[in-house]
């Protein structure tokens, strides 16, 4: 225990020391539920080997956040963990009862007495860190600076290893189903948080055609919210 609480200073430390430095800031905070879920999409979509994470799933209990926010960063973390062939969730204890309630995630799990934040870690390369350090949707701090991110894995490792080990029941794999590829570029650029008029100009679509592909991909997805469309292609792999 002694060694992951100075992991946990060290990673605290080293956040605070890169903050400070002019040249190279710990990282690019993120704010309000649209860049935050494009941020979280990102971070899926760009997993390749392992994802690490300290999770909270009860955090957010008695907080106002909305509904489809909440299924889309899980179904992010979902289609992030199957991509990943190496998957080290913490939780705290008291999250327990939520998670034999089927917050499952595939992958590894411990169970800790308290995790020091709420981190997602991507391949070694990229860290998420909520700015109050509890909840993602009141903001996050995307951070690249190697040593802080380094810092964080070793927080990690170090909790980890003092952590007792949990089994879930690996979820049903999503239904099989691919992504029209003409409706690819207006997925990406819902899922960038892009307003429709700069998507459109960007895709070389008019208004009408960007609006027209944005309801076949709705369609497709079998929904009308643009928050549940991002959750459900998560959910299918197609981030």
């Known amino acids: 225990m002694a060694e992951s609480a100075g992991s946990v200073m060290l990673a605290r430390s080293a956040m605070n020391r890169a903050a400070t430095e002019g040249q190279r800031p710990a990282g690019r905070p993120v704010?309000?539920?649209?860049r935050i879920s494009?941020?979280?999409?990102?971070?899926?979509?760009?997993?390749?080997y392992e994802l690490l994470t300290f999770d909270d799933p009860v955090a957010?209990?008695?907080?106002?956040?909305?509904?489809?926010?909440?299924?889309?960063?899980?179904?992010?973390?979902?289609?992030?963990?199957?991509?990943?062939?190496?998957?080290?969730?913490?939780?705290?204890r008291h999250a327990l009862p939520r998670l034999e309630g089927g917050l499952a995630m595939p992958g590894?799990?411990?169970?800790?007495?308290?995790?020091?934040?709420?981190?997602?870690?991507?391949?070694?390369?990229?860290?998420?860190v909520p700015l109050d350090l509890e909840l993602l949707y009141n903001g996050l701090l995307l951070i690249r600076d190697p040593v802080v991110v380094q810092a964080l894995v070793r927080a990690h490792h170090a909790c980890w290893a003092a952590a007792e080990e949990l089994t879930y029941i690996p979820p049903p794999p999503p239904p099989a189903s691919d992504l029209p590829p003409q409706l690819r570029p207006v997925l990406d650029a819902l899922l960038s948080g892009l307003t429709d008029e700069?998507?459109?100009?960007?895709?070389?679509?008019s208004a009408r055609t960007y609006?027209?592909?944005?309801?076949?991909?709705?369609?497709?997805?079998?929904?009308?919210?643009?928050?549940?469309?991002?959750?459900?292609?998560?959910?299918?792999?197609?981030?």
Do not use: H, Q
């Not at 494009?38 to 390749?48: C, F, H, K, V, Y």
């Not at 700069?198 to 679509?205: P, S, Y």
């Open 60 to 92: 957010s209990a008695g907080c106002a956040i909305p509904g489809p926010f909440l299924e889309l960063a899980g179904a992010c973390m979902r289609a992030a963990a199957e991509r990943a062939g190496e998957v080290r969730r913490i939780v705290p």
């Open 211 to 239: 609006s027209r592909r944005v309801g076949e991909l709705m369609a497709a997805l079998g929904t009308t919210s643009r928050f549940r469309a991002g959750a459900e292609a998560a959910r299918r792999g197609w981030v």
């Open 108 to 128: 590894r799990a411990r169970l800790a007495e308290a995790i020091p934040f709420k981190m997602i870690v991507v391949d070694r390369a990229v860290a998420a």
């Open 38 to 48: 494009a941020a979280l999409a990102g971070l899926a979509a760009s997993t390749r």
């Open 31 to 34: 704010r309000g539920a649209r």
């Open 198 to 205: 700069t998507a459109a100009t960007r895709l070389g679509m």
